[in-house]
């Protein structure tokens, strides 16, 4: 399917042509051994798992989504209707015309909307709103936000300027620098180093400008040590092969190609860029020693196509051994995700949203939302929870309200902004005990949507107090999915802060 994955610090991402897969969930025994269905698993199957028609309407399938499907497949597309083969055709016209008629025989008129088993309690919850001066000469379009909290400041860009905004803990600009393009992720590394990834082309094209820049805190000096990358969007750090340097992982999502790459510290400081999986979608990677073998792994969603949640671990001799985690449709729209221990069992599970919401299915869709996946040992994830939430970007999770154990916090740019718009960000308060391991989140929908539509997120302690605090970053230029509605938040303030009261 084509996907518009909009992504900064995962969304302002991009467009990457590909089928929709998902499980055969829902479809019983004669559907799935179909003519249709078995004609969808043979030419869909070798980029991702044959999906289910419920997963869509019936409108959407045949106007939007099969005559994306069909150009994959070399078939020629007039008017969304009408089908013809040609010579570079990879199927047949009476192959295709029966997948089409699968599709449409089981697809159903209208999705059904998902309920959340509690709804969302509407109050503040620990936090209270900080806000900086609006710009009214200007509509928000920030692609970052960053806390640092060592020195109490914060970070934003936008699409607008491509500059790096510093700001201080009373929400005050205090510098301006100029970057090659807009910054879309901030990794506050280690020797007084920070990585700053530039996702260069924001459009869904495969032009290689995007770009990964340390700054020195020292002598302030930018220096690139990355460059022609097709659209990265997040920078993470480790030493992965002992010899005291530090290395990066970029994810660069690109379009119709991209890739995970290693980019490796040399003795004379440079940086050699090496391939770990060249696949377009790389959205978002976690470091760490997965195997507890003493040396530095990586985790990585990737979030077209073929998505889902794969492991490369450290073979010791520069390179990466690969396995896959989890899989998810495409029409899922994966987005984040964390590595945390939600139940206090010991073991880091999986929190994942799906959400991306801006391709040829621009519908809610009612499997968006949070997922837990808990780990049952040796790399084995088990979906124990879910949370409908439309259009679910970014999740994020801390200790927010300082009880021991790990709550969550949650945007949705794609959220139902004519009808529910404080699912735009929500606050989930952990419950779960040791004695008791079923999944106990209570859900806040606190009440920021009058100010921006959410679509970046950091959390940290940006006034020093101990606790964790919250910003989100407003943009408020186009991507509006809902038919005759107009933006009815504030479009001018760049970012706001969820200040923690906890202490």
């Given amino acids: 399917m084509l996907r518009l994955s ?55 399938w045949k106007k939007r989504v099969l005559p994306a499907m069909a150009k994959q497949l070399g078939l020629e597309v007039w008017q969304n209707s009408a089908y013809y083969q040609n010579e570079r055709s990879a199927i047949s016209y009476a192959d295709w015309m029966t997948i089409v008629a699968y599709y449409d025989s089981l697809a159903p008129e209208h999705l059904k909307p998902a309920l959340a088993n509690k709804p969302p309690l509407k109050d503040w919850g620990l936090f209270k709103l900080k806000t900086p001066k ?32 510093k700001w201080n803990s009373d929400l005050k600009q205090v510098s301006s620098t100029p970057l090659p393009s807009p910054a879309v992720h901030i990794n506050f590394g280690v020797n007084k180093q920070t990585a700053i990834t530039c996702i260069g082309e924001m459009k869904a094209l495969d032009v290689p400008s995007g770009n990964v820049l340390l700054f020195n805190n020292s002598d302030k000096n930018l220096t690139s040590i ?38 490796t510290q040399k003795p004379d400081k440079t940086f050699q860029t090496v391939p770990i999986r060249e696949i377009t979608g790389a959205t978002q990677s976690i470091t760490g020693d997965f195997n507890a073998d003493g040396w530095m792994d990586i985790m990585t969603l990737f979030a077209n196509g073929d998505e889902g949640i794969w492991l490369f671990t450290n073979n010791k001799k520069g390179g990466f051994d690969t396995k896959n985690i989890l899989r998810f449709p495409p029409v899922y729209g994966s987005s984040s995700f964390q590595l945390a221990d939600m139940n206090k069992d010991g073991k880091l599970d999986i929190v994942y949203t799906a959400g991306d ?29 879910f949370y409908p939430v439309n259009g679910a970007t970014k999740v994020l999770a801390t200790d927010f309200d300082m009880d021991g154990d790990i709550d969550l916090a949650t945007i949705a740019f794609f959220a139902d902004l004519k009808n529910n ?54 943009y408020s230029r186009g991507f509006m999915n809902e038919d005759n509605f107009k933006p009815n938040w504030g479009v001018d303030m760049p970012f706001v802060v969820l200040e923690n009261t906890k202490k």
């Avoid at 089928?19 to 078995?38: D, F, I, L, R, V």
Wanted: glycine residues 8%.
């Fill in 226 to 263: 990355a460059s022609n990358l097709l659209r990265p969007i997040q920078t993470v750090s480790a030493d992965f092969n002992k010899d005291g340097l530090n290395d990066y992982v970029t994810s660069s999502f690109g379009h119709n190609k991209g890739g995970l790459y290693l980019l």
């Fill in 421 to 474: 718009p404080e699912e735009g960000f929500m606050y989930f308060e952990n419950n779960t005990s040791t004695k008791n391991p079923t999944m106990n989140l209570t859900a806040h929908a606190i009440p920021v949507s009058q100010y921006g539509r959410w679509i970046c997120m950091d959390v940290s302690d940006i006034d020093g107090d101990g606790d964790p605090d919250i910003v989100l970053g407003n």
């Fill in 6 to 60: 909009f992504l900064p610090a995962l969304l302002l991402c991009a467009l990457l042509a590909s089928c929709s897969s998902e499980n055969n969930k829902g479809e019983n025994t004669n559907e799935m051994y179909s003519p249709g269905a078995q004609l969808s698993a043979k030419y869909c199957s070798s980029c991702h798992l044959p999906i289910s028609p419920e997963l869509l309407d019936k409108e959407t």
């Fill in 134 to 165: 609006p710009n009214p000469d200007q509509i928000a379009t920030t692609t970052l936000t960053a806390i640092d909290a060592a020195n109490g400041t914060l970070y934003t860009s936008d699409s607008e300027t491509g500059n790096l905004y």
């Fill in 357 to 385: 919401n801006s391709d040829y299915s621009r519908i809610l869709k009612p499997y968006h939302g949070i997922y837990i996946f808990t780990n049952s040992g040796n790399m084995n994830f088990e979906q124990t929870y």
